[in-house]
């Protein structure tokens, strides 16, 4: 997968609307109703190596009824911020309704999850600190080519986000 060929340097990153590697990313690959399910759309703006390893950035598009399973990250803060639609965000056990212009804060070893619960398309921004999160998302995806409809989740999407996985939760 092309990653961002940046290196970090002094100054300002500018990465311009409508641009960054865009993926499309099985977000669901462990419950029974994965297979079939269908992909969403991730947008690069910035990457381990552009920021020197400080932030990652990556702006998503996720299907209505799509989302990750719970999970944790042990080694990272993550953040959201909506920008289209509306999200139920799972906090442990507490259910957070985001919807455009709301600002997610989970600090790193929360269990927590998003999914997309209108009718249509729902966008984020993701915000990863430290980055290399966003590693997974370059291992488990595919170029997305614009115009085209979400692709579903194979077999191999499985496959691949299973062999993955451990790297980036241990």
Same mark, same amino acid.
């Given at each position: 997968?092309?990653?961002?060929?940046?290196?970090?340097?002094?100054?300002?990153?500018? #990465?311009?609307?409508?641009?960054?590697?865009? $993926?499309? =990313?099985?977000?669901?690959?462990?419950?029974?109703?994965? $297979?079939?399910? #269908?992909? !969403?759309? %991730?947008?690069?703006? @910035?990457?381990?190596?552009?920021?020197?390893?400080? &932030?990652?950035? @990556? *702006?998503?598009?996720?299907?209505?009824?799509?989302?990750?399973?719970?999970? /944790?990250?042990?080694? /990272?803060? *993550? !953040? %959201?911020?909506? $920008?289209?639609?509306?999200?139920? #965000?799972?906090?442990?056990?507490?259910? =957070?309704?985001?919807?455009?212009?709301?600002?997610?804060? =989970?600090?790193?070893?929360?269990?927590?999850?998003?999914?997309?619960?209108?009718?249509? !398309? /729902?966008?984020? &921004?993701?915000?990863?600190?430290?980055?290399?999160? *966003?590693?997974?998302?370059?291992?488990?995806?595919?170029?997305?080519?614009?115009?085209?409809?979400?692709?579903?989740?194979?077999?191999?999407?499985?496959?691949?986000?299973?062999?993955?996985?451990?790297? %980036?939760?241990?």
């Amino acid at each position: 997968m092309t990653q961002i060929t940046g290196t970090r340097r002094d100054g300002v990153i500018h #990465v311009p609307a409508g641009t960054g590697p865009s $993926l499309w =990313i099985p977000e669901d690959t462990q419950s029974e109703d994965a $297979l079939g399910s #269908v992909k !969403a759309t %991730y947008t690069v703006k @910035v990457d381990s190596a552009t920021t020197g390893g400080t &932030l990652s950035a @990556v *702006e998503a598009s996720v299907p209505p009824g799509s989302g990750p399973p719970p999970h /944790a990250h042990d080694h /990272a803060d *993550e !953040a %959201y911020y909506i $920008l289209e639609g509306t999200f139920e #965000v799972l906090d442990g056990d507490r259910l =957070i309704t985001a919807r455009p212009g709301d600002f997610i804060f =989970i600090p790193r070893g929360t269990t927590h999850r998003f999914k997309n619960v209108g009718p249509d !398309a /729902a966008r984020m &921004l993701f915000l990863f600190t430290p980055a290399g999160f *966003e590693g997974l998302f370059y291992e488990i995806g595919e170029r997305a080519v614009p115009g085209q409809p979400w692709p579903r989740v194979t077999e191999k999407d499985v496959e691949r986000a299973g062999e993955a996985g451990p790297r %980036y939760f241990p």
